[in-house]
């Protein structure tokens, strides 16, 4: 049985169900799905295919959620999810079903050097480097890889399910502790700490950090590349645009910008996605639910999706039946950053003074990436990428004030830069109201503590979201969630 038969045998011939009469709400669905990113349009057009009627309230004035791509005088960027692996099976489906076109990324990224200590570093001669304080075979660990590498290397899963296997339970801990447990030196440690995957080296359970590599090893896979490669930059992956399979590089895009996929599954919905609509509570029984908007509409439901991160989910009041591990999970799952900045370099000023295009830095910027545009000369992209505890920085800082920072801290670093940045955008995901970070994390512990119950049904309301990813990551994690949501509501009908 595929995935479509077991929806369609859950409702056989499914009609718009009875609702007891529980409240004196302005409107009344099937089924009521909060939040109209992937994964809750997902959700609503696989149940709507099975005839149940459905509502999708978000808050916001257009759809997509982390999808967001914005018109630039350089055109269109994406600020949330642009890339799409081969093995994005459900995303490549839709993109397919909506008459959508892709193309490889161009976006590789030129070479890395590192700023330390004030100091400029070549990772070629980081070995002998004096600043260089890590021991052993530490020591030809390029300094702002530490922490990844560190993390691919002792990745015990094999499979994409393997984070949540009781297994494994005792790594349920930090990048700190495991490089503890496995003799690295301090100076190692405190490398690691600037360029720990997730929000930090004390903050993010190994397992949560494994779960994406062990994901990733897999797209990797796929057409025969290579399942590791060797690294040498921090973040962005090297597109293999060369092979292609199926047309499909390593990595695509979606042509005109990510956001066309949420709107073409937004225009096929139709006047079932209310914006506009912010959630504020969910009032519910073992039969039916009511939500309620803070412009005081209301929706009387068999079942509600909530797909709304944790991170605001946690300020929508919901007044249920105890559930303790859902609470838990709700009110502590920490959320990691990403802040970007987006801009034109007129002339490539590393051709000036001689440095590495592209950098990290332990310094308040975090990385700077300047992209190829395949001539050497004239004019390039780059981008200001903030991640981990440089993000959760950033965000103390409104946009303005953030913007300025950047800029001139940029400047400081690389003077030759002077004149030749031009800005085109900046997202912060921390200060965006809808959304509060970029993605879900769990720390140490929270695997084993609540991870693997935290999705149960809580009475008549379901959990989706990219937060409830079992086997995905990214967008696919999305659409991955909205199809079991489907299945568990089809189930229960
Ligand atoms: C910077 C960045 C880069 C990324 N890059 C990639 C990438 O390259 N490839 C990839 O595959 N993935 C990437 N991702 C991840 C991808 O964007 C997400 O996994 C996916 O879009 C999440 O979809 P979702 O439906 O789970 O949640 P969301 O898209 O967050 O949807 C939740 C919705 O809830 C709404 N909402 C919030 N509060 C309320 C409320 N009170 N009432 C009603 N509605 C509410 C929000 O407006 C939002 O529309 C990236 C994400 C970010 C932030």
Not at 104 to 124: M, N, Q, V, Y
Not at 359 to 386: K, L, Y
Request: proline residues 5%; contains cysteine; neutral net charge.
């Amino acid at each position: 049985m595929n995935r479509r038969d077991l929806i369609a045998a859950g409702v056989a011939s499914a009609a718009t169900l009875a609702l007891p009469r529980m409240t004196l709400a302005a409107e009344r669905a099937d089924v009521v799905i909060v939040g109209a990113g992937l994964s809750g349009m997902h959700a609503a057009q696989l149940l709507i295919d099975l005839g149940l009627k459905v509502i999708v309230l978000d808050a916001n004035a257009r759809v997509g959620g982390r999808v967001q791509t914005v018109q630039t005088m350089d055109g269109p960027i994406d600020v949330g999810a642009s890339q799409i692996g081969r093995g994005y099976a459900r995303v490549l489906d839709a993109v397919q079903r909506y008459g959508l076109k892709l193309i490889p990324e161009d976006r590789d990224l030129l070479a890395f050097g590192g700023h330390f200590k004030d100091t400029w570093i070549d990772p070629k001669t980081w070995e002998s480097n004096p600043l260089n304080q890590t021991v052993g075979d530490e020591r030809k660990i390029s300094p702002f890889l530490m922490g990844q590498v560190v993390a691919a290397r002792f990745n015990p899963l094999k499979e994409v399910d393997d984070w949540l296997d009781p297994r494994f339970a005792d790594l349920d801990i930090s990048l700190r502790q495991l490089m503890q447990r496995n003799g690295y030196s301090a100076a190692a440690i405190e490398l690691a700490s600037h360029s720990a995957p997730g929000i930090g080296i004390d903050e993010t359970s190994m397992l949560r950090m494994w779960q994406e590599e062990t994901r990733g090893a897999v797209d990797r896979k796929i057409g025969g590349a290579p399942t590791r490669h060797d690294r040498q930059q921090p973040f962005g992956e090297v597109n293999d645009r060369a092979n292609l399979l199926g047309g499909l590089a390593t990595i695509n895009n979606i042509v005109g910008g990510t956001s066309q996929l949420p709107l073409a599954m937004a225009a096929k919905l139709g006047d079932v996605i209310r914006l506009n609509r912010k959630v504020g509570r969910i009032e519910m029984t073992d039969s039916a639910a009511t939500v309620t908007c803070t412009d005081g509409t209301a929706y009387a439901a068999r079942f509600v999706i909530s797909t709304l991160p944790f991170s605001v989910l946690r300020e929508v009041e919901i007044v249920a039946a105890p559930n303790p591990v859902a609470r838990q999970a709700i009110t502590t799952m920490p959320y990691a950053n990403t802040a970007r900045m987006y801009l034109t370099v007129d002339r490539p000023f590393w051709q000036d003074d001689g440095l590495p295009a592209s950098f990290s830095t332990d310094g308040p910027i975090g990385m700077f990436w300047a992209i190829d545009n395949h001539t050497g000369q004239g004019r390039h992209r780059a981008m200001v990428v903030m991640v981990g505890k440089v993000a959760q920085a950033i965000a103390r800082l409104d946009h303005e004030e953030a913007e300025a920072f950047v800029l001139s801290e940029l400047v400081r670093l690389r003077p030759a830069a002077k004149g030749l940045l031009r800005y085109q955008t900046y997202k912060d995901w921390l200060r965006d109201p809808l959304q509060r970070g970029c993605g879900f994390s769990l720390a140490p512990g929270q695997v084993n503590g609540f991870a693997r119950d935290m999705l149960k049904p809580w009475q008549v309301l379901h959990f989706a979201g990219e937060h409830t990813r079992r086997l995905d990551y990214g967008m696919e994690a999305a659409m991955e969630s909205g199809e079991r949501v489907a299945i568990e509501i089809a189930g229960r009908v």
